[in-house]
């Protein structure tokens, strides 16, 4: 599907929502994507980009950057705490804040820096044992502690079950946002982004409905 096809299918949903066109932001998910596919997409005008690998994007996208101007990027995949370093001067938004550890380390960096990229804190909305996030229980003691730090959180940021209703747990992180004073919602990818944007996502993530299918090596 086009990246044109992608952004008509945002503002229909936007607007079945009753919501103001352009108020829902297209992350394009270019994780493991080739060159060629990515630089198609940025000739077609999108400027808003989601990596998962702090490496990968280290050497993907200064070169982008060097040719197309205006690019936001995205972390949106788990923040090893050792390669934070490299990903505040890398990206304008971290979507994976999800541990007490993580804060700490962006907090310092932060005031060394005197900036801090966008920060979402990711939940764990079906309490996956296996899946990253802050647990529901545990969300708002720990937006309250990154505030105490003076990290600059946006939103919230979750990856729904598998097999259970997204939209559901869509609802829900638009009630913790609510309670905690939050604006942004991180949420909704390639198959149910429509649902998302019905629940009130200001970010989208969405990939191979851009790209194409990834080809891992």
């Known amino acids: 599907m086009s990246l044109q096809a992608i952004t008509q299918r945002i503002r229909d949903a936007e607007a079945k929502a009753g919501r103001a066109a352009g108020s829902v932001t297209l992350i394009a998910v270019s994780k493991v ?31 982008f950057r060097a040719d197309f101007s ?14 934070a370093k490299v990903a505040v ?7 994976t804040l999800d541990r007490p550890s993580l804060a700490e380390k962006l907090a310092k960096l932060a005031q060394a820096r005197g900036t801090c990229p966008a920060l979402f804190v990711q939940v764990n909305t079906g309490s996956e044992p296996q899946k990253a996030g802050v647990l529901p229980e545990d969300l708002d003691a720990f937006i309250a502690a990154a505030r105490a730090m003076d990290l600059p959180l946006s939103g919230l940021m979750c990856i729904p079950p598998d097999a259970e209703d997204a939209a559901q747990h869509f609802d829900t992180l638009a ?35 851009i790209f194409g299918a990834r080809t891992y090596a």
């Not at 205006?70 to 390669?83: D, E, F, R, V, Y």
């Not at 009630?175 to 200001?202: K, P, Q, V, Y």
Request: no cysteine; aromatic share 6%.
């Open 175 to 209: 009630e913790m946002a609510n309670r905690n004073g939050l604006i942004g919602l991180s949420m909704g990818m390639s198959g149910d982004f429509e649902a998302a944007i019905a629940a009130g996502a200001t970010h989208v993530r969405v990939g191979s409905a």
């Open 89 to 95: 001067e890398l990206f304008d938004a971290i979507h």
């Open 33 to 63: 994507q080739p060159d060629a596919r990515v630089r198609a997409v940025l000739t077609e005008g999108q400027r808003v980009f989601g990596e998962n690998y702090v490496q990968e994007a280290q050497g993907k996208w200064p070169g």
């Open 70 to 83: 205006s690019i936001a990027l995205h972390m949106i995949g788990p923040l090893q705490t050792n390669k």
